[in-house]
Each structure stands twice: as C-alpha cells, then as structure tokens.
C-alpha cells in the first residue's frame, strides 16, 4: 500500500525558515522522481519543486534561490528546505512522486504570524 506522510510545517515569521519532510513507503521510492506541490487558500495547486531519481533537481520560479528540495534514497523520504519565507508561502504542502501513481498524502500546513 503506497503512503506518503508529510511533516515538518508549523507557525513561521517573515523571513524564516523550515525543513519539511515526506516518508514514502509502498513502492521502490529510490526508481521514481519526487515533487513538491501547494495550495493556497481559494488557490490551485502548484508545482514548486522536484526531484530526479538520481538527485537532480528543479525549481519553479517563485522558489528558486529560496528552497532546496533533497532526497534520501535510503531512507525513503524527500525533503524541502525553505529558507527566507514569505506571507505568500502560506499553504497546505504535498509531496508526490512525478512519475508513480502515489495519490496525495494528508499534507502540512505552513502558516505565518504577524
């Protein structure tokens, strides 16, 4: 049974920064690419960033030069760093695979405070 469980959001400041994490389990996570969605509220989803099998990754504009997404193959989970958030950043965070029927796990939600 393929599950993906997100973790790693909370309550942040302008400017700060968190590491979120998804734990893949149910399929051979170390063959398929990885990517990181959100949605905003009253928003659709998108893309902002994803992960090759063997590492690679790429970035939407919004995030370039802000969040690095990671993996670890071992362990089967990928990983997004995001370093100098914004109030727009405000969103529910999903992980899924590119290239594997995975579905959506329940995701994390990233939140400013004033």
């Known amino acids: 049974?393929?599950?993906?469980?997100?973790?790693g959001g909370g309550l942040?400041?302008?400017?700060?920064?968190?590491?979120?994490?998804?734990a893949a389990s149910g399929f051979t996570f170390s063959n398929y690419a990885m990517r990181w969605y959100?949605?905003?509220?009253?928003?659709?989803?998108?893309?902002?960033?994803?992960?090759?099998s063997d590492g690679t990754p790429d970035y939407a504009g919004f995030?370039?030069?802000?969040?690095?997404?990671?993996?670890?193959?071992?362990?089967e989970r990928v990983y997004?760093?995001?370093?100098?958030?914004?109030?727009?950043?405000t969103a529910v965070y999903y992980c899924?695979?590119?290239?594997?029927p995975t579905g959506w796990g329940q995701g994390t939600q990233v939140t400013f405070s004033s």
């Open 63 to 75: 995030v370039k030069g802000r969040f690095t997404i990671s993996r670890d193959n071992a362990n």
């Open 12 to 22: 942040v400041q302008p400017g700060g920064s968190l590491r979120l994490s998804c």
């Open 38 to 52: 959100r949605q905003a509220p009253g928003k659709r989803s998108e893309l902002g960033a994803a992960i090759s």
């Open 96 to 100: 899924n695979s590119a290239t594997y």
């Open 80 to 89: 997004l760093q995001m370093n100098s958030l914004k109030p727009e950043d």
């Open 1 to 7: 049974q393929v599950q993906l469980v997100e973790s």
